[in-house]
């Protein structure tokens, strides 16, 4: 019998789903121990604080992660960063395999003039926010204008748009921030706009994000008739199957807009920011359209155009990405998710990717190594491992419980480890 040990650098989908493909391949023959290595306390990655608090049946996923980490050979090592308490190319030594599995965090940007306005935000800072993630509680989210304009006309910048234009008692019985949560409720924002720099038969929407819209309970949804009806036109008898779901979708939001809500959501197409106007802090965006130059007053503005990966050092890294072919890196280092293909697809999509890199790995496979694991490199570092993850998972669950909540997440590195660790 072989038995190998691996590392997966990162806690989130991509990371789990590499879990899974291992286990799922495991025979008397060939056995894995798999050591999974988080920076935060916590795990789950996006599921925890990328997925829209309103969302809460996506984050149901977390159950199978929960199951894939009760096998006997499944180690959480959370609150550990690759990088800098422990390097790379230890990992690699130690372990027969290293997955490099640590999403994309950056956000991209527009480069244009304005755009680090106070009140020009990146959704990869605004999303966090309100997901309490312990490193960005800090961000200022200026809600104390009028209009926000989004930009980007992606799934998460429905997301984040949505959650600007919700009626903010909507997020009392999910799981807000507290801090996010407060700020939302004293929000002067009544309308927000998404901006999609081209027509709506190439926005990156997916079809059921656009369709739950008109079931918001106290948010107006606008498109503009004229804009979807161009569109059908541009994409001519036989759409792709996804673009004609999208312009069905956004036909019927024009189709059937209400106007009697406070708080409104629109949809500009092909507004291409030109930049982002204000002195002390955004006063507007200016953009160029096929009609000329059109300004759009607003306070605030949310960067949502895609990610890019944060660097690890001792990884080589090129447009955002980790380099690789097919998920190989270097020797026996590997990657999976967002850091291997790019900010792209739904959880789900990590599925298939992972088994594909893993069917790799197998085959690379030499004999067991033996070297030993993380333990030994772990001389001054506090570690969450499984159960301590269990007792905060516990404890958050139970704060929910009594307001309605799923969970009421702890904000700070230190409470968290004191859930987890007395
Ligand atoms: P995305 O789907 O790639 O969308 C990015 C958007 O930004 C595109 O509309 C793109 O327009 C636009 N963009 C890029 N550069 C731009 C620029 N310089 N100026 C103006 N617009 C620009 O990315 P995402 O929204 O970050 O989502 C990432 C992935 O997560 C996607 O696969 C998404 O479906 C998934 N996700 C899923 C859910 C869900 O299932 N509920 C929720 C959130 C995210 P062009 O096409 O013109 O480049």
Redesign the pocket.
């Known amino acids: 019998m072989a038995a190998y040990t691996i590392a997966i650098v990162g806690a989130g989908p991509a990371g789990y789903f590499a879990a899974q493909a291992l286990q799922n391949v495991e025979t008397e023959d060939l056995k894995f121990s798999i050591d999974m290595i988080e920076r935060l306390p916590t795990p789950w990655g996006l599921v925890r604080s ?3 608090p309103d ?1 809460p049946k ?1 984050k149901t996923v977390s159950k199978v992660f929960e199951k894939i980490a009760s096998h006997k050979t499944f180690r959480l090592f959370a609150n550990v960063e690759i990088g800098t308490d422990i390097s790379v190319a230890q990992l690699q030594e130690k372990y027969d395999a290293v997955i490099i599995a640590t999403g994309s965090s950056l956000g ?1 940007t ?3 003039p304005g755009e680090d306005l106070p009140g020009s935000i990146s ?1 990869a800072d605004f999303v966090p926010w309100y997901n309490a993630h312990p490193d960005y509680v800090e961000v200022n989210v200026p809600l104390d204008c009028d209009t926000a304009v989004v ?9 984040v748009a949505r959650m600007l234009a919700l009626e903010p008692s909507k997020l009392d019985p999910t799981d807000t921030a507290d801090h996010a949560i407060a700020v939302f409720k004293t929000s002067a924002v009544r309308d927000v706009y998404i ?4 027509g709506p038969e ?5 079809s ?2 656009l369709r739950e819209l008109p079931k918001l309970e106290h948010t107006n949804v606008a498109i503009n008739k004229s804009d979807i009806d161009a569109a059908i036109v541009r994409a001519g008898a036989e759409p792709e199957k996804d673009v004609k779901s999208n312009l069905d979708a956004m036909l019927l939001i024009a189709e059937s807009q209400k106007s009697e809500h406070e708080r409104t959501m629109h949809f500009l197409f092909q507004h ?2 030109k930049q982002i106007l204000g002195t002390e802090r955004v006063e507007g965006v200016l953009y160029s359209t096929p009609k000329g130059d059109v300004t759009i007053k607003c306070g605030l503005v949310i960067i ?4 890019q990966a944060a660097s690890i050092n001792g990884v080589p890294y090129e447009n955002g990405k980790v380099v690789n072919t097919g998920g190989r890196v270097k020797e026996n280092l590997y990657v999976v998710g ?1 850091a291997k293909r790019g ?5 789900g ?1 990590n599925k298939s990717d992972a088994a594909a890199v893993v069917e790799l790995i197998i085959n690379d496979m030499k004999s067991p190594k033996n070297a030993g694991d993380i333990s030994d490199l772990l001389t001054n570092q506090v570690v969450v491992d499984q159960r301590a993850w269990q007792k905060i998972n516990e404890a958050e669950v139970a704060a929910g419980e009594s307001k309605g909540k799923p969970r009421v997440k702890s904000i700070r590195r230190d409470e968290l480890l004191k859930l987890g660790l007395s």
């Open positions: 990328g997925v829209a969302h996506i991209k527009l480069g244009i959704a930009i980007g006309a992606g799934n998460v910048a429905i997301d901006s999609a720099r081209r190439h926005a990156a929407f997916t059921p994000e291409t920011p949502a155009i895609g990610y967002w900010p792209s697809g739904v959880i999509t």
